[in-house]
């Protein structure tokens, strides 16, 4: 839709800089400030990064169609919004000049990194979700998609246990 969404781009000293452009996406309830001190590291490795506030959270307009949870959620139409926004990201950082770009989400901006990454294989170099595997990810992750996804789960994981994670992937 037309609502404005917020986003700061991050670029190191041009000296520094290299080709690789990177979009971090937070978790629920989260907005673009909870990711600074990973944004700020990957600057100083060199990298380019795009950090936005999603759908309802922080600064953004909008709210995320439907509500996350379990129950009654429209998990297509809610990832095909934030497909959209995330497709926008990318061209933001392509038109900066990276050649080279990877989706980082967290929890909720895990799933839809790898949705994006899913549905956009040919455009993503690269998927980490962290926290993210589990029954939203089922369906939209496949043997050549996403393109070198990782997923990453802590031992203690609130929401996913390993099993489900690897029942996902199966």
Not at 1 to 13: C, K
Not at 75 to 80: A, D, K
Request: no cysteine.
């Amino acid at each position: 839709d037309e609502s404005p969404m917020y986003l700061n781009y991050f670029t190191p000293p041009e000296e520094d800089q290299t080709d690789v452009g990177i979009i971090l996406a937070h978790g629920f309830s989260g907005n673009r400030w909870v990711v600074q001190e990973i944004t700020m590291t990957l600057v100083e490795a060199g990298i380019n990064v795009a950090v936005f506030d999603e759908r309802g959270h922080g600064d953004s307009w909008g709210i995320m169609k439907d509500k996350i949870g379990w129950e009654g959620q429209n998990l297509e139409e809610r990832s095909e919004q934030a497909e959209g926004d995330l497709k926008a990201v990318h061209d933001f950082l392509k038109s900066r000049g990276s050649k080279n770009v990877i989706v980082i989400g967290y929890s909720m901006g895990g799933i839809n990194a790898i949705w994006f990454g899913y549905k956009h294989a040919d455009l993503v170099d690269a998927t980490i979700a962290i926290g993210a595997a589990g029954p939203d990810a089922e369906g939209f992750i496949s043997v050549d998609k996403p393109t070198n996804l990782l997923i990453i789960m802590a031992q203690n994981e609130e929401l996913f246990s390993e099993e489900l994670g690897l029942e996902t992937l199966s």
